[in-house]
């Protein structure tokens, strides 16, 4: 299940961004999908998942200011990235999981600066 990640970019303090994550395969569209994040020196944390029926779940520190969404018909999740804070800077990880099943995507940088 190739994972291809896209949308990250540079924008300033208070800008948004919409990662998109598209994902190959027929059962797709019954996997939990989501975002993880990594900054320099530190380790990989979640940020915000969707089930297949479209259940959300989000990290405290993105709630109100994220929206993880999916379309089915396309086998794509996204994250709508709202009133971006530096520490949102770091490379964004789709992520897939369906059974026992694990897949990553390659990362995609957001770098929030001034």
């Known amino acids: 299940v190739p994972l291809q990640a896209s949308g990250g970019g540079s924008v300033q303090p208070g800008g948004s961004l919409r990662l998109s994550c598209v994902g190959s395969?027929?059962?797709?569209?019954?996997?939990?999908m989501g975002w993880y994040r990594q900054a320099p020196g530190r380790q990989r944390e979640f940020v915000a998942t969707i089930s297949g029926r479209g259940s959300t779940n989000y990290a405290d520190s993105v709630k109100g200011r994220f929206t993880i969404s999916r379309d089915n018909a396309k086998n794509t999740i996204y994250l709508q990235m709202n009133t971006l804070k530096p520490e949102d800077t770091a490379l964004y990880y789709c992520n897939l999981v369906i059974g026992a099943l694990n897949f990553w995507g390659q990362g995609t940088l957001v770098t929030v600066s001034s």
């Open positions: 395969g027929s059962d797709v569209r019954f996997a939990v």
